[in-house]
Every structure is written in structure tokens, then in C-alpha cells.
């Protein structure tokens, strides 16, 4: 039986501005683990370095959200969980589907946060016949072919692929033909979608390259320092050595190591 299409939070109409939209999970996750811990409130300060934020722009984001803390005593952690949780949608349950139950699908399928923040694995869908009926996760995979009844009979809005890339944007074209609005997207390749669907991409080859960027930059920062010091005269190089063994006052010590 089908459950109904629900309508999403107005967060854009309220207008919270995107960025802060993409930081409410980071603090979400950071006030659940101090709730777990049976924490009553938590400061600005703390909580931002627990979301990886300035405190400064935590204050602006929570602003947005009409919640201002308490001074002296700080945000209400329960309090602040709930109205996140309200604002990002999470108070109701989400059913998904997941498309692609190859080794990616089926970890995310056997992924056991998903119905702790609200959504509910509603289908596994492939489009290999001898896949079909195999369990994963405790659910029967079903065919692609019936991924239009799947998604009408559950009321879903939020599709998960996780095919290959040459198959992502047919899978995309009919959940967004069957009603789908929010795609997550695993697949190594850029989907195009109508106006009023959102999608999310992960790819976890391009965040390595970034990392890699990072590393490289790294490693040429300190060859830089290295070759400008191989490249200063002796009486400097000799001065730095010097100056670098000083001590708390800034006395050179009377007796120079060996």
C-alpha cells in the first residue's frame, strides 16, 4: 500500500542559506554523541570544535534556526537534537531505495545507520536476473523491472545508485520518472536532472586526488624550505644554527655542544 508523498521541510523557503544546510549534519552528529553521553548542554566553543567549525560561524548557522544558546550555560543539547532534526526532515521516517547491489550497494545496505537518522531501506534493486530474490541485508533484491511499482508502492522520494557509471543515468531517468526527487549518487559519473530534483554526489576517487593535491603541496612546501636553506652562504647558515640554539632568554648557553 502506498504510504503518500510527503513534503520535505521548507529550508529554502525559511532561507537557510545552503552552506548552513550542509553543516546541520555535522552538528547533529556531534550533539548525538554528547546526548549519548547523557551531556545536558555544551558552549558554542565545544561544540563547534566537536562539528569541526568556527564557533563564529556555528552561532551565525544556529541564528539561522532562531536558537541563540543560553549565556553562561550554553546550547540545550536534547533541544538543539530535536530542532535539527526537525529542520533537516529526520523527525519522519524516509523510506529509500538503493539501486546497484554489487559490492558497493551491499555494504551500504548492510549500513546500520540509516534507521537510526530517520531513513528506512524500503528496496534493494538490481538489474541482474540472478540477483533477484538473493538476500542482502535480510531483503530479497528485487529486478529493476519493477523499480516503478517499487517506488509507487513505498512512497519513495529518495533513490540511492550505486551502478556502474554506464548505467547511473538510465537508473536516474526513471526514478525521476517515477517520482524520485532526491538522488545520492555513488556512481563515477555527473547525472542530469530536471529542476526541482536534487542530487548529491559521492565519489570517493576524487576526494583521494584532493587529498593527494594536499600531500603533493605538502612534500613541495618542504623541499622549498630545504633547497632556500641549501642555498643561504655559510655565516648565515651559521647564524640560524646559532641563533636556533638560544636559550629562554636569548642568551647563546656558555657551553656549545659537541
Known amino acids: 500500500m502506498a504510504t503518500g508523498r510527503t513534503h520535505r ?32 548542554t555544551v558552549s558554542s566553543e565545544e561544540l563547534a570544535a566537536a562539528a569541526g567549525v568556527n564557533s563564529a560561524k556555528l552561532r551565525k548557522d544556529f541564528s539561522y534556526l532562531g536558537s541563540y544558546g543560553t549565556r553562561g550555560v550554553g546550547y540545550d543539547v536534547e533541544y538543539l537534537v530535536y530542532q535539527i532534526s526537525r529542520e533537516l526532515g529526520l523527525t519522519q521516517d524516509w523510506p529509500v531505495v538503493i539501486v546497484g547491489i554489487g559490492n558497493l550497494g551491499a555494504a551500504l545496505a548492510n549500513y546500520g545507520g540509516f534507521a537510526s537518522r530517520g531513513f528506512r531501506v524500503a528496496a534493494l534493486i538490481d538489474a541482474d536476473p540472478a540477483m533477484a530474490g538473493k538476500p542482502v541485508a535480510g531483503m530479497p533484491v528485487q529486478h529493476t523491472d519493477d523499480l516503478e511499482k517499487i517506488i509507487d508502492d513505498n512512497g519513495v522520494s529518495i533513490g540511492v545508485i550505486a551502478t556502474p557509471a554506464g548505467a547511473a543515468q538510465q537508473v536516474c531517468d526513471r526514478l525521476v520518472a517515477a517520482g524520485v526527487t532526491s538522488i545520492l549518487n555513488f556512481a563515477p559519473t555527473v547525472l542530469s536532472v530536471p529542476d526541482g530534483v536534487d542530487v548529491r554526489k559521492v565519489d570517493l576517487s576524487i576526494e583521494l586526488q584532493i587529498l593527494a593535491f594536499h600531500e603533493q603541496r605538502k612534500a613541495g612546501e618542504e623541499s622549498a624550505a630545504e633547497a632556500a636553506a641549501a642555498q643561504l652562504p655559510p655565516a648565515a647558515r651559521a647564524a640560524g644554527e646559532q641563533a636556533d640554539r638560544k636559550g629562554p632568554d636569548g642568551d647563546v648557553p656558555a657551553v656549545m655542544p659537541a
Do not use: Q
Not at 521541510?9 to 554528547?34: K, M, N
Open 9 to 40: 521541510p521548507a529550508t529554502r523557503s525559511r532561507g537557510i542559506p545552503e552552506a548552513t544546510v550542509a553543516r546541520l549534519p555535522l552538528y547533529l552528529r556531534a550533539l548525538t554523541g554528547l546526548s549519548e553521553r547523557s551531556v545536558p
